[in-house]
């Protein structure tokens, strides 16, 4: 069993920067993937980054790629998502997830999810 909680969502302006965070308990942590979701109300689960369990691969979807960064430091059990020259567009409630072997840019291939934060990019 893997709890995660997402925190550092707010209000910013359009090019600003934010930093989440996604703090894990359990001592598997390394042992998963986790990505980085969001949803918009009347949309389904969007996916926006992942990071292997041994950090070595990265994925993004091009929607964010050269402008949001996701690392993960497992000591931890933290995984994080910087973004940056935030957009209006990217105004969503962001998601972690946790996944064992299962499709990395579909919501269904992740066995956990945190509760959300919300990301509201004025422009």
């Known amino acids: 069993q893997v709890q995660l909680v997402e925190s550092g969502g707010g209000l910013v302006q359009a090019g600003g920067s934010l930093r989440l965070s996604c703090a894990a308990s359990g001592r598997t942590f390394s042992s998963y993937t986790m990505g980085w979701f969001r949803q918009v109300p009347g949309k389904e689960r969007e996916f926006v980054a992942a990071?292997?369990?041994?950090?070595?691969?990265?994925n993004y979807a091009d929607s964010v790629k050269g402008r949001f960064t996701i690392f993960r430091d497992d000591a931890n059990n933290t995984v994080y998502l910087q973004m940056n020259s935030l957009k209006p567009e990217d105004t969503a409630i962001y998601y972690c997830g946790a996944g064992l072997g299962g499709s990395t840019f579909r919501s269904y291939g992740y066995n956990y999810w945190g509760q959300g934060t919300q990301v509201t990019v004025s422009s």
């Open positions: 990071i292997s369990r041994n950090g070595g691969v990265l």
